[in-house]
């Protein structure tokens, strides 16, 4: 396989707004609403029926948001699988989408067992055919089988006949459903007396939901299948996070429209009741209590049937389609990067479609379809999803504000990060309560998932392909073993490397500190990435220069990787190696907007985990002898003095505490004595002075022209969104201070803990 030559892996673009809309409300209207409602009304009650399909478009609805961000930034085939590589890496990533194609996989088979099921059911019931029970299964498994084929064969023809063919069974569905909505709604006007029906609301309480909701969630996965359409759709940025977003809003309309309906099919005084209230009535058919409740609607038992009939030939094979094509790409990404043997990103030359991936995704539909208990793998469905969709709303946290600036998103979510931490909660709750609906769920996922983390260490783990977005690491020593403080200088050049040898050389000393050299490689956007080892020299020239300084005095490593965005690669290595401190020198040189200090820089300060130091002109063999602290408060000023503290010279250094006495009144004496335990060198040579002045820029900058040799201030405790409107007062003055300058920023304790692990 590693020798076979690689296959044209395009993909056509033909899926519009409209298609991949009715993709996801074809997946979405199907199997979960006609087998969910006799399942669902029996448990937690007419009111509780309508609840859940509400509150599961809600929690769907914050989800869709997730995936319709993370899609129109990174609108490619793979849909979570992708958004899993880019967020947490290769292994997660392909667990991702390990699960992403088992899940659309058996939900693909469900859909064809439930077409199959009501189908020879109506077939039966109108005498077209007579069979025994046990016979009947045997049918039901083999149309099943056979309508899963025509819908394998239907996605081999390529995107646009998917589509198409998609678009119109959609159509189909959704026309017949919200039929008998229509008519459920005209019966309830009609016979007033049938809202009666929802008495009691909720004879369970809301203990239930849960149970419930977790069982029918497959009902609500459909926006999965379009995030897989980015390699196919038309403008993916734009249509992608709109399809997502109103076949959410659709569906959840039409499921409630369709619960009412349900609810009051019957009328109080229907003699088929005898004496239970409607909704135990509808519960007690369970898979085919909807069916039972729409013939009751009708004017005859056979249009009652002939309509629920024709609704779930619609629905079910809308969603078989929509199934299909999604599990197809999830297992076509993992071969396109070799997660999976390489095969998989076949694609036909005449179709244009990945019909390797198809095959064996057919394998799985049949197989499924053929064997396995109809209600268990509809659990089973709706926990995969959950426990998918669970992570793709940690993805869009951590890529957010990992990656928010390197992006270019079509659509960002309102009120973030609210929407996918309350899915996050939810999806948890009801991933737990899934094991009251069905025990075997809760063995064949975790079963499947771990057949991944084997197939992962033993196949995937070496074999797969480094993406544009990923780190990779060239040349690097294994992090010793110890608690020492680690100091982390980043190399950018030789000469900027010397600039730093000096402050490294005395935070070092007075720390007692492992030094590790990075260099992160600066590979041009149009070079592929087998070629970025190329690009290694210059760094490995400045870590050289560097090492020969430092080396004979303190212990020693070195690190040179690759990340398309050197800001992320620096933050990964500081979280990867546990670093207490971050050095890197700058040019002094203003960053293009949003950008203060630069676009390295400025990522870096905000989400850098630990203390960092940024260094500007100080190299040389200067000497500080007068160091001006400017101080507002905040542990920023306190890692300042600290830091001008140690630069400071040995013998003759000084240091001079400066605040601007503004609006709010700072007790800067009482500020320094309480830090005086964290400086090296003596009280008596700390001054402190406070002026009065409106502007603070213009205070410290005056300030700085009185002969002092270093400057030292903290950063700015701003976010760089809150900094939009314009430069903070520390970056103006780094910005127009000719004298040589160190900015600090320091870590807190929980912030820091966030960042590391977020």
Sequence with gaps: MADRPQVPTELSRDLGLFHITMMGLGMMIGAGVFIGIGNTIGRVGPGGLIVTFALNGLIALFTAMSFAELSSAIPRAGGAYNFARIAFGRGPSFLAGWMEWFASSVAGSLYAVVFATYVIEFFVRVG???????????????????????????????????????????????????????????????????????????????????????????????????????????????????????????????????????????????????????????????????????????????VGYLLVTLAVIFSSTSALNATVYSATRASYALGRDRMLPPVFSAISHKRRTPWVALVFTGVIVLVVAGVLPTADVASCASMMFLLLFFLVNFCVIKIRLNMGDELTYGYVMPLFPLPPVIAIVCQAALVANILHMSFLAWIIAPAWVLAGVLLYYTYSHSRALATEDEIMVFEQQEAPAGD????????????????????????????????????????????????????????????????????????????????????????????????????????????????????????????????????????????????????????NASLALEVASILADPDEGTIMAFTVDGHRKFELDTFVRANRGSMHISADRVKTRTVEARIATHAILGEAEKGYDLVVIGATARTRLAQLAGDSVPETVAHRCPTPLVMVKASGRIQSWIKRWV
């Design 128 to 302: 077209v055919v007579d069979i025994s029970p046990v016979s009947q299964q045997l049918v039901v498994r083999i149309a099943a089988m056979a309508v899963a084929a025509f819908f394998l064969y239907i996605n081999y023809r390529g995107a646009s006949e998917t589509g198409k063919i998609g678009a119109l069974f959609t159509m189909g569905q959704m026309l017949f459903v919200l039929a008998i909505a229509v008519i459920g709604i005209f019966a309830a006007v009609k016979s007033p007396g049938r809202i009666a029906n929802f008495r009691p609301f909720m004879p369970q309480g809301w203990g239930e939901l849960l149970v419930t909701m977790g069982f029918i969630y497959v009902a609500f996965e459909g926006f999965e299948v379009i995030a897989q359409a980015g390699d196919e759709a038309v403008d993916p940025k734009r249509n992608i996070p709109k399809a997502m977003l109103y076949s959410v809003l659709i569906v959840t309309l039409t499921y409630v429209a369709v619960s009412f309906a349900t609810v009051v099919s019957v009328g109080p005084e229907d003699p088929a009741l005898a004496g239970q209230a409607p909704w135990r009535w509808v519960g007690s058919f369970k898979d085919t209590g909807f069916g039972q409740a729409v013939a009751k609607l009708m004017p005859s038992p056979f």
């Design 484 to 635: 020492e403080y680690r100091i982390m200088v980043a190399v950018a050049n030789p000469a900027n490397a010397l600039e730093m040898v000096r402050t490294t050389y005395q935070l070092c000393g007075a720390k007692q500190a492992r030094v590790e050299l990075l260099h992160m490689v600066p590979v041009p956007e149009q070079v592929p990435l087998a070629d970025a080892g190329k690009y290694m020299l210059e760094g490995k020239e400045g870590i050289v220069e560097s090492m020969l300084y430092l080396a004979p005095q303190f212990p020693l490593s070195s690190h040179l990787r690759y990340c398309r965005n050197p800001a992320r690669g620096i933050v990964s290595a500081v979280r990867e190696r546990r670093t207490d401190m971050l050095i890197m020198g700058w040019h002094g040189k203003q960053g293009n907007w949003p950008f203060h200090l630069g676009s390295t820089i400025d990522p870096v300060v905000e989400r850098c985990p630990c203390n960092v130091v940024i260094v500007k002109e100080c190299g040389g063999n200067k000497t500080f002898k007068r160091i001006l602290v400017p101080i507002a408060g905040g542990p």
